[in-house]
């Protein structure tokens, strides 16, 4: 099963760049094949980014839904991959 992420950014977030810089080298390193990565920007995106949740960015869902908002270390995040794709 592919693995579907939504990195719900902002163009005035300061922490947005890195949190697209980690997602991106994260993806990379698991498998581009069984994870998907769409970048969302909530100004272009605000019903879908309300509709998910999202109340602060970098915010990340996968597979639809929220689960981290921030974006924690990229060690937390690589474990919550990690076991996803186990599913």
Not at 21 to 40: H, K, P, R, S, Y
Not at 58 to 73: S, T
């Amino acid at each position: 099963m592919k693995v579907q992420l939504e990195l719900f950014t902002a163009n005035v977030c300061a922490h947005c760049v890195q949190a697209k810089n980690i997602m991106t080298g994260l993806v990379q390193e698991l498998d581009d094949d069984q994870v998907q990565l769409d970048f969302i920007d909530v100004v272009e995106n605000i019903d879908h980014a309300v509709e998910s949740g999202v109340l602060v960015t970098p915010a990340l869902a996968i597979n639809g839904r929220l689960v981290f908002a921030p974006l924690p270390e990229r060690k937390t995040v690589l474990r919550a991959l990690e076991a996803e794709l186990k599913k």
